[in-house]
Each structure stands twice: as C-alpha cells, then as structure tokens.
C-alpha cells in the first residue's frame, strides 16, 4: 500500500477529485493549509507598507491505495492540477505498512 | 498566567476604584443642587418665553402636555412663525372631543394646534435622526474591529460595546450641562425660536470670563444630572440628540487606540470623555460659548461655525485619539529595529465595509438632523450634499491608492467615504453640490496622505486610521466651510446678519431692541430698505455663487479648528497621563502577544476557530 500527500491549488480541488474519481478511487482526505516553496510568497501594500504573504493558501490531498494503482492516481492528479505556472504544488509517496477499518476491524487492502 | 495573589490583589483595587466613583458622584450631586437653585432663580428673574407660557389662558389640549411639566411648553403662539398650509379648516377641530367634527375651531386652538404640530415634527424628526446616529455605534464598532487583529476582535467590539453607556453616564452626570446649560443665552438670529419649544429656556446658565465689557461663554451649568428644574420634553430631546453626538466622539479613539489598551483604563476613560473634554468644546461652538460668540465680538464673519460636527464631534474625537495613540505608544512589532512601520492588516474586511455603510447610513441623521427641525426644509440639501461628498470621498481615496500602488486597498476606500463623510459634517447646509464633491475629493485625499504621515513621520500607530479620518478630515471640514459656504443658508447664525445691497455689507448683531428696528427697517420695503440678509459665506463664496467672498469667516473656523486641536489635544494628553497613574493604561506584554481576548476579556471571540495569527509581525 501507498500513501499519496498532494499539495494543491485550492481552486483545483473539485478538478482533481472528479479525475481521481473517474479512475475509481472511493476515498481521500483534504485539509486546508498553508506554505510556501522555493518561489516564496509575493508582496503586497496594506494602508501603504509593503508586506510579504509568505504562506499561500493550499489544499493537502491523502490518499491511501493499492500498490497497482499508484502510477494512475498518480498521472490523474497531475493532469487536473497542473497549470503550466509557479505554485501548482507537489506530489509524495510514503510507504502504508498497515490500514484497519474501524467499524469491521479489517485490515490490509480490505480496509482501504 | 497569574497566580491567586495578584487576582485577589486586582479585586481589591476594583473595589477600591467602584468606591471612588460613587463618592464622585455624591459629590457631584451636591454640585448639581446648587446648580439646580441658580438655575431656578435665573428662570424666576429673566426669560418672558416662560413666564408667556405659565400665564397662557388655557392649558394646551395635549395628549403630553395634560399633566404639568414635561411637555407644558411644548407649543403655543410663539411658535407659530409661519403660514397655515391647510386650506380646509373643518377638519382642524379634533381636540374638541364633545363638539361636532365640523365646528370651526377657534384661532386660539388653531394657532395652538399648528404651533404643537411644528415642535412635534420637529421633536419627531430630532428624535428619529438621533436614533439614526445611535445605530452609527454599531458602524464604528464593525469598522474597528474588522480593521484589528482576530486575537483582539472580543476586546475590540467591548470596548466599543461599553462605551456607548459609560459616555453617556458622563454626558448625564454634568457633559450636557456643562455643554448646553447656556444653550439658550447663546447669540442667535433675530426672531429666532428655539425649534424644539420654548422649554429650552430653562437652560440658560452660562458661566463665562468678562473681560472688557464682553462676557466670554465658558460652560454651561444648567441640567446637571438632568435633574427637575429642566424636565421637559424639548429638553430630554435635546439630550439624546447631543448624548449620541457626544458617543461618536467617545468611540473614535477606541479605534486609534485598540489592540494594546487596558479595558480598566478605557472605563475611566469612558466617563470622563462624556463628561468634559467634549461637553467643554461643545459649549464653546454649539452652546454659545466663546468660539459662537466670534462673530459679534471680534467681528470675525458669523463666529465658528460647526453644522454638524466636523470640529465638535469628529476632530475633537480625532485629537483625543491622537494624545491618546502617542502616550499608549505602538502595537508591538509595529515599527522595526529601522523604524519602518510594518503594516498589521486587519481579520475581515466585510466587518469594515459592511460598517462603514452603517456609517454613512448613520449620516442621513447626523447631518440633517442637526437642523433640529423637520420643519427647516434645508435637510434634502444636507442629505444630498452628504452621500455626494462620501461618494467622492471614497473615489478620491480609490483613484488614490491606485496612482500609488497599483491596486485600490478596500480599507484605504473605506476610510476614504468616512473622510468624505466627516468633512462634509461642517459645511453640508452651506454648501453647494459641486461645494460638497469638491470637499469629498479633498478629504479622500487628504486622508491617504494623513495616514501615512501619521504612521511614517509621527510614528504613532493607528490601526484604523482614526486619526487621520476624524481629526484631519475633521479640520478640512470647517476650514472649507471658510472656503466654500456660499451665503444661502444661516442668515443671522450666531447672532450676526450680513446685510447686502449692490455690493455693499453691513453688520447687525442680534443686541437689543434698536438692532432689531434697524434690521427691519433694513431689509424692509421702504426708502431704506431692501437690503438682503445673507446666509454664512465663505473666503470663495463668489466662486460657488455666493454673493460676496468673506475671509473674516475663514478667520473664525481657523480660531475653532486652532482652538480643538490645543484644547482638545492637549486635556487629553494629560488625562491620559494621569489616568495611567490610575490604571496602567497599557495592556501587559504578555497579554497583548496573546491577544486581549482571553486575557482581559476572559472570552474567545472566535472560540471554533484556529487562529493562526499570522498578520502579528515579529516583536523586536
């Protein structure tokens, strides 16, 4: 099993859904965040003094699964949150060593 | 946290504070008492508008006047001043209950019925307007906060929560009388009625300075407590029309001042400015003091006129704020170890837009309220003359912003209306339409460049923007008035009229009766006649068809706007000195890094919500 942590435009979110929808995933997690990368944030002039946003608003995707439909999910995601600009986000993978339902008590790819 | 000493200590100094002020306010109702007597006694010896109603015939057939006194005074021929509208008289008999619906009332009753009908629209529309301006309470309330800091949003809105009650107390204990306690032994026009009824003759206490042969208004000192020497109708209608005046300018430094003020510090505050620094400057434009009486003592056009407030309410609010931000110092973190200011941006936006609407609705009472009459049809010219200056206000702040920095910042548009808005407070019954655009678009601008002088060169720290709104704006407003007032309303204001006839002016001050002859052998029909009185006009009256330019008006709003900013200013900062002696006046270190909420305020404002508190800049 496989862990993907995608970080998001905000406004890509229903996007990426529906994609990762159409390949047959029935499950994620979101959580609205906030960072930055390499471009940092961008400045700004309230009542005249500049200031920097650093941390930009952003959308963490979670989703676990089968170790066969990573490289799909995957490319579903990277099709419909990519924009060709600065601030698209990121994609990881970790490793799941163990998932258990908690109402049946499974576990494994079951509990997926 | 803190540890059970200190809590208990706290309460002890509570207590002590709460004894305090009760003995002041025994102490204060002795100083009322004798008031009361002096005031009885000046009744008893002077005014014939009392002693005409006392001795009216019959009691008018009121329902609020049936029980004697509120309200006894409330209408009889005094103020019958204009013609009868009504063209079928059959139907004016309805206070005779037992006879017919069609027999013809006396002219007695006539007089007496559309005498009553004047006070009470002009009660009606005081009261109503006065209501409107109550409401602007929530307006600064919305504004300030939205312009703070989520962590200060509960501190914020109980500051400007409390002070509507505490300003008002103080306004009751002695801020009204101090303020219109001479109300009506202040200078005013020939033939001149006060609108609310003739019980405001019970106010005519006026404690002054002689010098020469002229006796300089200094504070009023009927109406204490608004004890019974001045139940009356007109009266009580008066006080909440002024009290709300009074609360604007008491909430004004809430904003200047908020996110670093210790809430025990602000109480004190509270009562204090409702019962002084206000109700002194007041007195002086509004209640016939010193800066009215400019006029017909130092022959500066009609003294210093205020319509509404620009200099009595919003600059007098905006120099207490200024003393009060400079001797609270900075937020933390606001200025640099360079000394740049870091901006602090605000939690909601919505909060201030959706207030400064509720100020500008507000307006539509404060300005054409202060007529005090719905009868003076001049209130559709000051309504206008009000949303057009707010809307260039708001324009000129936007275009501003946009020149700049390329983008037009919601709160700068904001600040921008309420600046429009202020400097039309003053000359809005003066002035024409393009008089009030130009007026806005100054103000909108003027307040930009305030904003950042106040912050930049000063260095003192406005989170809102208080000072620059209402303290410069405020000073632009009566300045203009000087400017721009072109001569078609206030004929006789402050007791002097300016007759004109082909080009040229004569004075005549409202003192007795051989100024009266003359005045209306002036402007009357005969060989010496036809002159016109004209209204107060400003130092570029011609330019907005005026019929003369007078720069002895300018002189005289360039006294009051002198006067607020030493007066005003200057009182304050030493309150603010002596009240930390009291009370710390700054918030503790540690609790201002926390925010005020939980610490001063004991709750949460947004208790569900994860406050990241990501616009506090670095401390240090």
């Known amino acids: 099993m496989k862990k993907i942590e995608a970080i998001i435009k905000p406004f890509k979110v229903e996007e990426v859904k529906d994609a990762l929808a159409e390949i047959g995933l029935e499950g994620m997690t979101v959580t609205e965040v906030k960072g930055f990368g390499r471009q940092k944030g961008h400045t700004e002039i309230y009542r005249g003094s500049e200031y920097t946003v650093d941390f930009l608003p952003k959308i963490k995707l979670e989703i676990v699964l089968p170790d066969t439909r990573v490289d799909a999910a995957v490319k579903a995601i990277i099709g419909a949150a990519k924009t060709g600009k600065i601030g698209d986000g990121k994609i990881f993978l970790f490793d799941v060593h163990e998932a258990i339902r908690i109402r049946t008590e499974e576990s494994g790819e079951k509990a997926i | 946290m803190r540890t059970t000493g200190t809590l208990i200590h706290e309460h002890k100094l509570e207590r002590s504070c709460v004894f305090l002020l009760l003995l002041f306010l025994v102490a204060l109702c002795g100083v009322s008492r004798v008031r009361a007597g002096d005031a009885s006694t000046a009744v008893a010896a002077g005014t014939n508008a009392m002693a005409a109603a006392t001795n009216a015939p019959a009691p008018p057939q009121q329902p609020d006047s049936v029980a004697y006194p509120p309200g006894a005074n409330a209408g009889n021929e005094q103020d019958f001043t204009w013609p ?10 309805m206070t005779n209950a037992p006879t017919p619906l069609y027999a013809k009332p006396t002219m007695d009753e006539m007089i007496q019925n559309e005498a009553h009908n004047k006070v009470s629209i002009n009660i009606v529309w005081t009261l109503v307007t006065g209501f409107l301006v109550m409401f602007m309470q929530a307006g600064f309330a919305l504004v300030e906060t939205g312009l703070c800091r989520a962590k200060n949003a509960a501190h914020v809105m109980a500051m400007n929560f409390m002070i509507y009650g505490l300003g008002m107390l103080g306004f009751w204990i002695c801020g009204f009388a101090i303020m219109f306690g001479g109300y009506y032994n202040g200078p005013v026009a020939i033939g001149w009625q006060p609108s609310l009824g003739q019980g405001l003759a019970l106010l005519n206490v006026e404690h002054g300075i002689t ?12 109406g204490f407590f608004l004890n019974p020497s001045v139940f009356d109708t007109s009266i009580f209608c008066l006080f909440l029309f002024q009290m709300v005046f009074m609360d604007t300018t008491a909430t004004i430094p809430t904003g200047a001042m908020a996110e670093r003020w210790n809430f025990k510090n602000f109480i004190i505050y509270g009562f204090w400015v409702g019962m002084f620094p206000y109700a002194f400057f007041g ?6 003091g010193w800066l009215a009486q400019l006029g017909q003592t130092m022959g500066l056009g009609h003294g210093h006129v205020d319509f509404a407030g620009s200099s009595v309410v919003h600059m007098c609010g905006g120099m207490i704020a200024l003393s009060g ?3 609270l110092g900075p937020r933390l973190g606001k200025f640099g170890p360079d000394g740049k200011a870091r901006p602090i941006p605000g939690h909601n936006l919505v909060y201030v837009m959706l207030g400064t609407f509720i100020l500008a609705f507000g307006w539509f009472g404060f300005n054409p309220g202060s007529t005090l009459a719905g009868t003076d049809n001049r209130i559709a010219i000051i309504a206008v003359n009000t949303m057009l200056a707010s809307a260039s206000g708001a324009l000129a702040a936007c275009l501003m912003m946009y020149f700049k920095f390329g983008k037009p910042d919601p709160s700068m548009m904001c600040n921008g209306m309420l600046a429009g808005l202020v400097a039309i407070t003053a000359p809005c019954a003066f002035v024409s339409s393009w ?5 806005g678009l100054v103000a909108g601008t003027l307040v930009v460049y305030s904003v950042f002088f106040i912050e930049g060169k000063l260095k003192v720290d406005d989170p809102v923007g208080a000072i620059s709104v209402h ?13 721009f007032a072109n001569g078609t309303y206030g004929a006789g204001w402050n007791g002097v009229h300016k007759l004109i006839k082909g080009g040229e002016v004569m004075r005549i001050l409202n003192d007795g009766p051989a100024s009266i002859a003359k005045y209306n052998e ?4 005969g060989p010496t006649g036809g002159w016109t009185d004209m209204g107060v006009t400003g130092a570029l009256g011609k330019l907005f068809h005026g019929p003369m330019n007078d720069w002895s008006q300018f002189g005289a709003q360039c006294c009051g706007t002198l006067t607020c900013f030493v007066f005003v200013a200057g009182f304050a900062y030493v309150w603010f ?6 009370f710390p006046i700054r918030s503790v270190k540690d609790d201002e890094m926390e925010g005020l909420d939980v610490p001063e305020m004991g709750a949460e404002c947004y208790p569900d919500y994860h406050l990241t508190d990501k616009s506090s800049p670095r401390v240090g």
């Open chain 2, 471 to 483: 303290g410069a704006c405020g000073a632009w407003g009566v300045l203009s008035l000087g400017l």
């Open chain 2, 577 to 582: 000195k002596f009240s930390n002696l009291v």
């Open chain 2, 325 to 327: 931000a400079a001797v």
């Open chain 2, 435 to 439: 008089g009030a655009v130009l007026i």
């Open chain 2, 522 to 525: 002036m402007t009357g029909s």
């Open chain 2, 283 to 288: 007195n002086w434009v509004w209640g016939g």
């Open chain 2, 84 to 93: 009868v509208p009504a063209k079928t008289m059959d139907n004016l008999g």
């Open chain 2, 211 to 222: 010098i020469g042969d002229i006796k300089w208004g200094f504070m009023g000192g009927a």
